[in-house]
């Protein structure tokens, strides 16, 4: 079974810039997370789905980030506009079910980075 | 406060010692599930192992080991006979029954085997 997909894995932009971040979660899970990952701050939850459905976005940044997830099969992170200091891996994970005892799974990551 | 304490930043060993990193977490729930995450240098997160908090049987896997000990809230991962290839980063991480499908994620242990 193929894992988690991202897209791009690597994403090189100007500040100011729109940048849409892509992910394909594995086929039959039911939730969705978005981390981002840095040396200052390590790996972040930002928000996670259930469903399609958004359930926890306290850790979203700001209102320059977005996420949707339109069906079961895939989502974006949007940011807009871009800032250098939103310069991260951001990953993309997924979990059969819901509850704390479900192991997530990782996609590859993107790389971003933001001049 | 730190929920999960890696006070390991960087380890190295020579190939074939065994090295073991440490885990320390902190939780008021009775029910919880503690996590190791592989990272190696390509950037994915890898699961490695699932343990709850009413399963203190230490588990072997291969050349890996876990050491789940509730008196002193550790989590410990050896890793027997080390090789090249385990050079990575590695993560621990925590979720709650109480916090449902929040990942509490350590700092990350980054071992580095020298051949």
């Known amino acids: 079974d193929a894992g988690v997909i991202q897209s791009p894995r690597h994403e090189v932009t100007e500040m100011g810039q729109e940048v849409t971040l892509r992910c394909k979660p594995i086929?039959?899970?039911?939730?969705l997370f978005w981390y981002r990952q840095t040396m200052m701050r390590g790996l972040e939850l930002l928000i996670y789905f259930n469903n399609n459905v958004p359930i926890d976005d306290s850790g979203m940044p700001e209102d320059r980030f977005s996420a949707k997830m339109p069906n079961a099969s895939f989502s974006t992170l949007k940011i807009q506009p871009s800032e250098p200091r939103d310069s991260a891996v951001y990953f993309c994970?997924?979990?059969?079910?819901?509850?704390?005892?479900?192991?997530?799974?990782f996609g590859p990551g993107t790389r971003l980075t933001v001049t | 406060a730190q929920k999960v304490t890696q006070a390991q930043t960087e380890i190295s060993v020579v190939e074939k010692e065994d090295v073991t990193l440490d885990c320390v977490y902190e939780t008021r729930d009775t029910t919880y599930y503690l996590f190791w995450y592989k990272q190696p240098p390509s950037g994915e997160l890898v699961f490695l192992i699932r343990?709850?908090?009413?399963?203190?049987q230490n588990e072997i896997s291969g050349r890996y080991s876990w050491n789940f000990q509730k008196s002193t809230s550790s989590f410990n991962f050896t890793i027997t006979a080390s090789q090249v290839v385990d050079s990575a980063v590695y993560f621990c991480a925590l979720s709650e029954d109480n916090t449902g499908n929040q990942f509490y994620f350590g700092t990350g242990t980054s071992l580095t085997v020298i051949p």
């Open positions: 994970a997924s979990s059969l079910s819901g509850g704390p005892a479900y192991e997530q799974y």
């Open positions: 086929s039959g899970h039911d939730y």
């Open positions: 343990r709850n908090s009413f399963d203190e």
